[in-house]
């Protein structure tokens, strides 16, 4: 299921996309300010945002930069051509001005959608001081380069992608497997052990966290 991430302060706009995009059989996310937004966005990757521009807290401008690799479709009453230009040249890939019509919106998301999915997964991931570019698979601490071995970039991007979540051994080496066929379970603590050598030599930060008994997470943990 495709998850939007609904940014707007107004509650009835809200409400009314939760409801429209709940009966098209979207997840909804929901935040109500620019800097609520980002707080979400650290531990939660959505499919697509609808991103208004006058929120308090960071405003959408100011949060733009943040959803890098995101579709952003802008959902917005100021309809003059700058506005619009600089926003798509500013990296949101659609602008609709409110009040929209309900179906030009949803053909527009699934335009979105169909659009991500066609250029395949190529997107950059961010976790803290990581930068990773799934397109280039060129992985940066600090903007400083990290050479990693197959294997260990295979662990960090699943990770990245689920910065929140668990991975349990079993569901990592499954998912990994098709870029890693000969990781195996009696290998995979040594890659993550050197995974976690190569981050922390240039940050001095612990990114990776064992969960004894279940598997692996990004750490919250600051150092």
């Not at 409400?15 to 997840?27: P, S, T, V």
């Not at 870029?179 to 190569?198: F, G, W």
Request: glycine letters at 6%; proline letters at 4%.
């Amino acid at each position: 299921m495709k998850n939007i991430f609904v940014v707007d302060d107004d509650i009835n706009i809200g409400n009314m996309l939760e409801e429209l995009l709940a009966k098209e059989g979207y997840c909804v996310t929901r935040a109500y300010s620019g800097t609520e937004a980002a707080l979400i966005l650290s531990s939660q990757r959505p499919d697509l945002v609808l991103l208004d521009l006058m929120l308090p807290g960071l405003d959408g401008r100011e949060l733009l930069p943040a959803l890098s690799g995101i579709p952003v479709i802008v959902v917005s009453a100021r309809a003059g051509v700058a506005d619009k230009v600089e926003l798509l040249l500013g990296g949101a890939a659609d602008y609709v001005t409110k009040p929209f019509d309900t179906q030009e919106l949803l053909a527009r998301i699934a335009v979105q959608l169909r659009n991500a999915s066609l250029a395949g997964t190529s997107m950059v991931l961010e976790y803290e001081d990581i930068m990773l570019d799934t397109g280039t698979h060129v992985v940066t601490v600090h903007s400083q380069a990290v050479r990693l071995t197959k294997t260990e970039y295979a662990i960090l991007k699943l990770l990245m992608q689920n910065p929140a979540q668990v991975i349990t051994k079993t569901l990592l080496l499954e998912k990994i497997s098709e870029d890693t066929p000969d990781c195996v379970e009696s290998s995979l603590r040594v890659h993550i052990s050197n995974l976690r050598k190569k981050l922390r030599d240039i940050s001095g930060k612990d990114y990776i966290e064992s969960v004894w008994g279940i598997g692996f997470k990004m750490n919250e943990s600051k150092p």
